[in-house]
């Protein structure tokens, strides 16, 4: 009956990998009941590695090569059998093939914005996302810390681990580079690679290489770029009284289709140049605390310049040639900031 079942015995040959898909970084060899005959071989090819488990021990790593499986090529594991030197008989182990290939494309962001110290805005909330690379270089330490004795292991099993620990990085990065939000599209390299500074140490305990770290993007939520965009669109107007002055121009012909606009407006030129050093103060405060100016005092209504005066003229006059200002109400208007003239 021994000689039965020794004879049914299946004994494993070759033992080999060839990957069928570009995720999988840690596979088990099947073994069931089969057991490797001595002499056997072993394939590891290129961007492969394979490992040896003796009951439960890490026994011998191989990289890419052909073994034949003797005393020679497994010292390691001869010596926690306790095997003699002959080593003639068949013996069992489990064999796992892990993938050297770099993992590419991987993608990082920040899925809530992170909250910084920022020099010109004080507390900012930022968004950031880019992408990663890295690979296995140490299939041990990634077999006994992350993939363990699971039949098959994948990146996508890994990425959402490595994803958070890239994220909890960036508000580090950011407090300590001290550059202003404003600044940041422009340091956006340096920034990839003072983040993969902070993160090699960890890849590494987990027998992993991280190989390149990108920030594509550094952005605010929607609700702080509108404000942001606001102000520097007065910026590129040459200030916040050129703003005004601008809406001011820019409110004649909606004031010409209201009832009693035109009324109002003409009025409402000298006071609205008048106080257009107070708006300024007062916008500039509200988009920058920082650097807000104390409010001045009220003033009387700054006298306006004939400049000024003429461009309201030419303004209405456009208005009687679309129709939509009466000669009469243009001559009314007209004389009215004639007499500002004086």
Known sequence: MALMDFIK????????WTEDDTDTMAWRFPMADMEIQNGGSLTVRESQMAVFINEGVVADVFGPGTYK???????????????????ESPFKSDVYFFSTRQKLDRKWGTPNPVTIRDKDFGMVRLRAFGIYAFHLTDPKAFHTTVSGTLERYTSEQLEGQLRNTIVGHISDIFGESGV???????????????????????FQQYGLSLDSLNVQNISLPEELQAMLDKRIGVNMMGGMQAYTQFQTAEAIPLAAQNEGG?????????????????????????????????????????????????ATIEKLHGLVGKGMLSQAEFDAKKAELLKKLA
């Open 9 to 16: 015995k299946q004994f494993i040959d070759i033992i080999q």
């Open 69 to 87: 499986l003797t005393t020679q090529t497994l010292p390691v594991l001869t010596y926690l059998k306790n095997w003699d030197k002959l080593f």
């Open 180 to 202: 202003p939000f404003i600044d940041m599209a422009g340091n956006q390299e340096e920034f990839g690679k003072a983040l993969k500074a902070k993160l090699d140490p960890m």
């Open 262 to 310: 035109l009324a109002g407006l003409g009025a409402g030129v000298g006071v609205g140049f008048g106080m257009g050093q107070q708006i300024a103060g007062a916008m500039a405060g509200a988009l920058n605390p920082a650097t807000a100016a104390p409010a001045p005092a009220p003033a009387a209504a700054v006298p306006v310049s004939a400049d000024e005066i003429v």
